[in-house]
Structures are given as structure tokens and as C-alpha cells.
């Protein structure tokens, strides 16, 4: 194959879009479950053990607002790495479909012929073969 990359890792198909939003919110739920409960746990427990209110607000504010302001950093930057890390491996099983859809379409309206060509290391790789063992038979 000439062009043996996909230049967009964006392709826009409903299949794309689930696996992507599934992958993210697979990705974001229990990381944010986890650090909520973290959180919570971290300043209701050391409330409890201090257990003087004017020694709980001296010394719980300022490590609060560490923390809040850690997370507003963190935050963003962790979702964006999620969200990329997300694409590609969405991209990575629509991809592949989408073009096998391509090359069958192109087939069926006459406007190609020959056998669908999928990269080597497409995990389609297979399908595509034993279509054209089918259709070429």
C-alpha cells in the first residue's frame, strides 16, 4: 500500500464517537470516584482527629487550598491526557472498520476491483482476508 498511515486520528464515525466517549468516561468515572473519596476522606479524617475547631480551620485551609489548587493543574492537564490516549485507541479499532466499509462500498458499486488491502498490522487484518478469499474465490 502506498500511504501505509492514516493522517486523521479524528475519522467522525458513530462507532468512533461511542468507543471514544466510552473510553473516556471508562477512564474518567472511577478516577474521579477515587479522588473524591480521597479527598473527602483525607480532610474528614483529620478533622475528626484534631478535633478543635479553630485547630482544624488554622491547619486544614492552607493544605486545602495546596490541594484545590494542585487539582485546578492537574485537573485539566489529566483529562487532556485521557482524552488523546482515548482517540488513539478509538481510532485504532474504528479505523480499520471504517475502511474495510470504504473498500467494500468501492467494491460494491463497481468502482474498484481486486482484493480490500488493510495494513499488515490492522487488527482487521484477518476479516479483510477472508472476505477476499470469499469474494475472489
Same mark, same amino acid.
Given at each position: @500500500?502506498?500511504?501505509?498511515? %492514516?493522517?486523521? %486520528?479524528?475519522?467522525?464515525? #458513530? $462507532? !468512533?464517537?461511542?468507543? $471514544?466517549?466510552? /473510553?473516556? =468516561? ?6 474521579? /470516584?477515587?479522588?473524591? +473519596?480521597?479527598?473527602?476522606? =483525607?480532610?474528614? @479524617?483529620?478533622? !475528626?482527629? $484534631?478535633? =478543635?475547631?479553630? #485547630?482544624?480551620a488554622y491547619n486544614l485551609i492552607p493544605v486545602a487550598r495546596r490541594i484545590n489548587l494542585i487539582i485546578l493543574i492537574a485537573l485539566p492537564v489529566s483529562l487532556f491526557v485521557i482524552w488523546i490516549m482515548a482517540l488513539e485507541l478509538s481510532h485504532k479499532i #474504528?479505523?480499520?472498520?471504517?475502511? $474495510?466499509? *470504504? &473498500?467494500?462500498? #468501492?467494491? /460494491?458499486?463497481?468502482? *474498484? ?6 495494513? &499488515? ?9 477472508? /472476505?477476499?478469499?470469499?469474494? +475472489?474465490?
Open positions: @500500500m502506498e500511504n501505509n498511515k %492514516r493522517r486523521r %486520528r479524528f475519522i467522525g464515525t #458513530a $462507532l !468512533q464517537n461511542k468507543t $471514544l466517549l466510552l /473510553i473516556f =468516561i471508562a477512564a474518567v468515572v472511577p478516577a474521579a /470516584i477515587v479522588a473524591g +473519596c480521597l479527598y473527602y476522606l =483525607i480532610f474528614d @479524617m483529620l478533622a !475528626q482527629q $484534631l478535633g =478543635i475547631p479553630e #485547630a482544624i #474504528a479505523g480499520p472498520i471504517h475502511r $474495510l466499509e *470504504k &473498500e467494500l462500498d #468501492a467494491r /460494491i458499486n463497481n468502482n *474498484k476491483k481486486g482484493p480490500i488491502q488493510l495494513r &499488515e498490522k490492522d487488527e482487521l487484518k484477518s476479516i479483510a482476508d477472508k /472476505i477476499n478469499q470469499l469474494v +475472489c474465490k
